[in-house]
């Protein structure tokens, strides 16, 4: 079965320092990667995916992740957030043609 | 173009109380999922449909029922709601097809409490 894991529960950072947010998935092949942001509230916004191809992918709001098979990772990085980026992020994997399976995400704190 | 719907947004329910939690999406998707949110354990999935007429369990599926006698319609059910389903619950859909890169999209979701 697929499984998530994000170890961080909780991270803070400062305004202009750079993020990254880790992912560890455990799947048989390669699965479908996906982060999604999720404001206080709000439903669930998808950030960047990875289906297959280029390993480092492009997402929205300045975010990237790479895919790093070796080591069953798909981390988030920003090079500097803004206090905007505060949220909660989810890590998501699926085969295609199952359901996602999530993380238990991790919440981002922005202080100035 | 409005997606995936959720109805109703809020809810508050009694112990014991019934309700049904509609999904509806105008995208033609096979697929169609219900995930619950708590806090610290992300989305769980509850009941899932790969297809009209079809549903599947879960992670999460007791003490919840499921309909899809519509493809764009996607039901949640509580027979006898319980406080350990508060809960923010998420509607999604999905289009399998391996050609397409695509991902689920997601309802703004409902918030239920069960008091």
């Known amino acids: 079965a697929q499984s998530v894991t994000q170890p961080d529960i909780h991270i803070t950072v400062s305004e202009g320092a750079s993020l ?8 048989g092949a390669t699965p479908y990667l996906f982060w999604y ?29 790479e895919f790093k098979r070796s ?14 980026d505060a949220a909660e992020y989810f890590c998501a994997v699926d085969s295609g043609n199952t359901p996602l ?9 922005v202080i100035a | 173009n409005a997606g995936v719907t959720q109805t ?5 329910l009694k112990t014991g109380q019934s ?23 992300g989305l769980r999935l509850i009941h899932y449909s790969v297809g009209e007429g079809t549903t599947a369990k879960g992670e999460v599926p007791d003490g ?8 764009q319609n996607f039901l949640l059910g509580l027979e006898s709601a319980a406080p350990s389903q508060t809960s923010v619950y998420f509607c999604a859909s999905f289009d399998p097809r391996p050609h397409l890169t695509t991902e689920a999209f997601f309802g703004q979701g409902t918030r239920l409490t069960v008091v």
């Open chain 1, 71 to 84: 080591q069953s990772s798909f981390n988030l990085r920003k090079p500097s957030v803004h206090w905007s």
């Open chain 2, 8 to 12: 109703p947004k809020f809810r508050v």
């Open chain 2, 19 to 41: 309700m049904t939690l509609l999904c509806a999406q105008d995208m033609n998707h096979e697929y169609m999922y219900w995930y619950r949110q708590d806090p610290g354990m």
């Open chain 1, 37 to 65: 942001v999720q404001s206080p509230g709000q439903g669930l916004q998808l950030l960047l995916k990875y289906f297959s191809g280029d390993t480092l992918v492009q997402g929205i709001k300045g975010f990237e992740a």
């Open chain 1, 101 to 109: 399976v999530f993380g238990k995400g991790t919440r981002l704190s």
């Open chain 1, 20 to 27: 990254e947010l880790r992912c560890n998935y455990s799947y």
């Open chain 2, 64 to 71: 919840y029922n499921v309909s899809r006698l519509k493809k």
